[in-house]
C-alpha cells in the first residue's frame, strides 16, 4: 500500500484560502500526488486526537506539521501525539523537539559557544535569575530583551541607558532611567530599570515563558537576512530593513519595514557561512533531523578585526510559509519524497 504523507493544519485563522486550507498547502499535496506518492490535509482537533493518531498511524509514512503550536489551546497534547506518532515510525517534519528547540528563542542561548550567536546572551526562566542579572548585562552595553511567546516583535524590547554609567559600576542601579523601544512598532518608553523589570515578569511567568538577553547590534540599520531554508538548504533570502528613523530597529512586516527578495547566491557567505554550521546547530538542539521548512535570520556586526560577521538573531520552524513563492512547492516535494526513500532504505 502506497502510505500517505499527511499535512497537519487547524480549521480557521486568517492565513487560509478559500478552499479552508492554508494556500500553500495543496500545492503541496498536488506536487506529491503528481510524484504518485499520495497525500492528505488534517485539520487537528484535540477533542479527536485519538481518532486523529490513530488514522495517521494506520495510513501515513510521514507528516508535516503546518500549525503554530503557540495557537493551540494545549500545544502539548499536539505535541504529545506527533512524539508518538514518530515513535510509531511515521517519519516527523519536524520531529515535535525540533520543532520546540528550532522555535523557542533560547535556541541563541544554546548556540552562544558557537560563532553564530554572541558569548554574552542569555536566557531568564525564573523572575529571580532575570532581576539578578540583567542590571549587570545592561551594564556592559545596549541590550535586547526578547520574550520567548508572542512574534512580530511584541515583547522584544531595545534597552539602553538614559545617562552614562559611572566607569566603576559593574551593575545599573536600579533607580537608573532606561529607554526602552519595542520593535512591534519601534515606540519608545521611559521606565526606571526596576519599574521596567517588574513590568517584564509578565514575560517569564506561565508556559514556556522565559526571556532571552543579547546584545544590540547596530548593523540592523542595514537590514536582518533571513534565509529559507528546505531542509538543508537554503532555496530564499528576504533581506528586510528597518524603516529610516531614529529609534526604529526592527525588521518586522507591521512595524513598516522594507522586504526585498534576494536569491542565496547573492548572499554567498552568509550562507557558506551557515551551511558550515549546521552540524553544530543540529548537535546543539537536540540531535534531531533538520526541519523540513525553516527560516534562520542573521544580524551583521563587525568582529575584532573589522570583517563582517553575521549574528544569528532568531529561527522559526513551525508555520513558516511560501505563499509568494508558490513554485518552491515542486522542490519540498522533491525532498519529501527523498526522506521517505532515505528513511526507507534505512529501516531495510
Ligand atoms: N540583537 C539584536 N540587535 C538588533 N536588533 C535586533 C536584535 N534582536 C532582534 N532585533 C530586531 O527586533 C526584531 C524582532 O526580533 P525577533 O525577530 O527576535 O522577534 P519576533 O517577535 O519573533 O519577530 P518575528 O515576527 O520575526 O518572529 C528583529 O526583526 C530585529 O529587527
Ligand atoms: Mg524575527
Redesign the pocket.
Known amino acids: 500500500m502506497n502510505k500517505k504523507v499527511i499535512f497537519f493544519e487547524v480549521q480557521g485563522g486568517n492565513d487560509k484560502g478559500p478552499d479552508g486550507y492554508r494556500k500553500d498547502t495543496m500545492p503541496m499535496v498536488h506536487a506529491l500526488q503528481q510524484r504518485g506518492q499520495d497525500a492528505e490535509v488534517i485539520f487537528y482537533d484535540m477533542t479527536k486526537q485519538q481518532e486523529i493518531f490513530d488514522y495517521v498511524k494506520e495510513n501515513a509514512i510521514a507528516y508535516v506539521s503546518r500549525i503554530n503550536p503557540g495557537n493551540l489551546k494545549d500545544e502539548s497534547a499536539y505535541f504529545s501525539m506527533l512524539r508518538q506518532l514518530c515513535k510509531e515510525g511515521i517519519i516527523g517534519m519536524p520531529h515535535p523537539d525540533a520543532m520546540i528547540g528550532y522555535g523557542a528563542?533560547d535556541a541563541l542561548v544554546k548556540l552562544a559557544d558557537t560563532s553564530l550567536v554572541p558569548s554574552d546572551t542569555y536566557a531568564y526562566y525564573t523572575i529571580e535569575e532575570f532581576k539578578n542579572n540583567f542590571p549587570k548585562s545592561l551594564a556592559n552595553g545596549i541590550r535586547?530583551l526578547?520574550q520567548n511567546r508572542?512574534?512580530?516583535?511584541?515583547?522584544?524590547w531595545?534597552v539602553q541607558l538614559v545617562d552614562e554609567l559611572e566607569p566603576e559600576n559593574t551593575e545599573v542601579p536600579l533607580n537608573a532611567t532606561i529607554k526602552c523601544t519595542e520593535?512591534k512598532d519601534n515606540h519608545v518608553e521611559y521606565f526606571e530599570l526596576a519599574a521596567f523589570m517588574d513590568f517584564c515578569e509578565q514575560y517569564i511567568v506561565g508556559d514556556n515563558g522565559m526571556l532571552v538577553d543579547?546584545?544590540?547590534?547596530p548593523r540592523?540599520k542595514e537590514g536582518?537576512i533571513r534565509l529559507f531554508m528546505l531542509h538543508d538548504k537554503p532555496v530564499n533570502v528576504v533581506h528586510?530593513k528597518?524603516v529610516e528613523s531614529e529609534d526604529s530597529?526592527?525588521?518586522?512586516l507591521f512595524s513598516g519595514a522594507n522586504y526585498r527578495y534576494d536569491k542565496p547566491e547573492d548572499w554567498k557567505n552568509l550562507v557558506d557561512f551557515f551551511l558550515s554550521k549546521l552540524p553544530v546547530v543540529m548537535d546543539r538542539l537536540g540531535g534531531y533531523d533538520l526541519p523540513l521548512i525553516w527560516t534562520a535570520?542573521f544580524?551583521l556586526d563587525t568582529d575584532e578585526a573589522g570583517n563582517d560577521r553575521y549574528?544569528l538573531?532568531?529561527m522559526?520552524c513551525s508555520c513558516v510559509g511560501f505563499t509568494s513563492e508558490l513554485e518552491l512547492a515542486q522542490d519540498i516535494a522533491d525532498e519529501i519524497i527523498f526522506k521517505i526513500k532515505e528513511h526507507t532504505l534505512q529501516s531495510i
Do not use: C, H
Open positions: 528563542k535586547v526578547k508572542g512574534s512580530t516583535g511584541e515583547g522584544i531595545r520593535a543579547m546584545q544590540f547590534l540592523i536582518e528586510k528597518p530597529f526592527s525588521a518586522t535570520d544580524i549574528v538573531g532568531e522559526n
